[in-house]
């Protein structure tokens, strides 16, 4: 019985490893299928009932599932996950931008692992990806949702890689109305500056 201790042992390490990676891409049933015929009886016997397809394994998964911690920002009572989703890459700043059904499925998906910060700024895309987000959010409980957006940036024509930054007062509320309407929302839960504008006080822009 020795000899096959470690083919034991592996085994159980292969399920678990298979069971994270099947239950992350929600195929729990394919894992069940592809894996009890591989188990000797006395490893799973409990699998091969005809009326549970692994009610315990199902179990287990729930159990290691993936709690995503909460954090508060600043002192007014923010509070958010402790991981969250930067969505400028959906708009394509250094890739092709992704369908739109697509990105609004990977932030519903997102959402789903226990994700609730969002963020994303009028300069992504340019401003594209505001409204992608704003679509998303359509799929979720908005009082759910910590939603972070930016201002400060705009792409300039002539130098791509040089944008211009403006943090005048004036700008930033022209600015925060547009998000809005993008974003198809009536307030937005945190609203920041993506550059500093040396040329403005920061007394002024915060004002």
């Not at 394994?57 to 993936?66: R, S, Y």
Request: net charge neutral; with cysteine; hydrophobic share 40%.
């Amino acid at each position: 019985m020795r000899q096959y201790l470690p083919f034991v042992v592996n085994c159980q390490q292969l399920l678990a490893i298979y069971l994270a990676t099947a239950l992350l891409h929600k195929e729990l049933a394919r894992a069940l299928d592809t894996l009890t015929p591989l188990l000797s009886p006395p490893l799973l016997p409990h699998f091969h009932s005809n009326n549970a397809k692994g009610e315990e394994l199902k179990t287990m998964a729930e159990e290691q599932k993936v709690i995503i911690p909460r954090v508060k920002l600043g002192n007014q009572g923010l509070e958010v996950s402790k991981l969250g989703f930067g969505c400028m890459g959906l708009s394509g700043m250094y890739n092709a931008p992704l369908p739109e059904e697509v990105g609004i499925s990977f932030i519903k998906e997102a959402y789903s692992k226990g994700i609730t910060f969002f963020d994303t700024a009028d300069v992504y895309g340019p401003q594209t990806n505001e409204i992608l987000v704003g679509k998303a959010l359509k799929h979720l409980p908005r009082e759910k949702i910590q939603l972070a957006t930016k201002f400060g940036v705009f792409p300039n024509r002539t130098e791509i890689k040089n944008p211009a930054i403006n943090g005048s007062p004036e700008y930033i509320r022209a600015c925060c109305d547009t998000s809005l309407k993008r974003l198809d929302l009536e307030c937005i839960d945190l609203y920041y500056q993506h550059r500093v504008d040396t040329s403005v006080p920061i007394e002024e822009t915060v004002c």
